[in-house]
């Protein structure tokens, strides 16, 4: 988007320019959300950036990365979980008291 646009967008008269440290954040948290399957980590990039600017993109990128790894994979927790046959919470469906 840097190379595309230098100068950034004209809105309005007012020119949004382009930080590639900000896709990079994004694409972070993103990714960390894919994996571990949490929202936390939407919050936490927020609080290390500072910027609440970056906080509707952060959180955007967080929740669609975390739709699409619920629906294709189970997290990383889980994986460990299974494999070092720990016990776990069965999963209740609503309604019940068992």
Same mark, same amino acid.
């Given at each position: 988007?840097?190379? &595309?646009? /230098?100068? =950034?967008?004209?809105?309005?008269?007012?020119?949004?320019?382009?930080? /590639? =440290?900000?896709?990079?954040?994004?694409?972070?948290? %993103? &990714?960390?959300?894919?994996?571990?399957?949490?929202?936390? !980590?939407?919050?936490?990039?927020?609080?290390? !950036? =500072? @910027?609440?600017?970056?906080?509707? /993109?952060?959180?955007? $990128?967080?929740? &669609? %990365?975390?739709?699409?790894? @619920?629906?294709? @994979?189970? $997290?990383?927790?889980?994986?460990?979980? *299974?494999?070092?046959? &720990?016990?776990?919470?069965?999963?209740? $469906?609503? =309604?019940? *008291?068992?």
């Amino acid at each position: 988007m840097a190379t &595309l646009f /230098p100068d =950034g967008f004209n809105i309005d008269g007012h020119i949004y320019h382009i930080v /590639p =440290g900000a896709y990079a954040v994004i694409g972070a948290a %993103a &990714l960390t959300a894919g994996v571990t399957h949490t929202i936390s !980590t939407g919050v936490i990039m927020m609080e290390l !950036t =500072g @910027q609440i600017s970056y906080a509707l /993109p952060i959180l955007i $990128s967080v929740i &669609l %990365a975390n739709m699409v790894s @619920q629906s294709l @994979q189970p $997290s990383i927790y889980d994986t460990v979980i *299974r494999i070092k046959k &720990l016990p776990y919470l069965p999963m209740l $469906s609503w =309604g019940h *008291r068992e």
